[in-house]
């Protein structure tokens, strides 16, 4: 078990969400907001996804 870095294939993702409520994982963890870690089948699609523009999580 891998408790504070990520295991093998696994990967860091940050929770977003549009203005709109449609929620999403990214890849952009460096802009701050909720990070979750993502299993092997999800983590090589968040390399697509961007922070929603009008995000509800960005810091301010």
């Given at each position: 078990m891998?408790?504070?870095s990520t295991c093998q294939d696994w990967a860091w993702g940050?929770?977003?969400a549009?203005?709109?409520g449609v929620?999403?994982?990214s890849h952009q963890?460096?802009?701050g907001g909720p990070r979750l870690v993502?299993?092997?089948d999800i983590a090589p699609w968040i390399q697509y996804s961007t922070i929603a523009p009008g995000d509800k999580y960005t810091r301010r």
């Amino acid at each position: 078990m891998c408790r504070f870095s990520t295991c093998q294939d696994w990967a860091w993702g940050r929770l977003t969400a549009d203005p709109e409520g449609v929620h999403y994982i990214s890849h952009q963890v460096d802009k701050g907001g909720p990070r979750l870690v993502v299993s092997p089948d999800i983590a090589p699609w968040i390399q697509y996804s961007t922070i929603a523009p009008g995000d509800k999580y960005t810091r301010r």
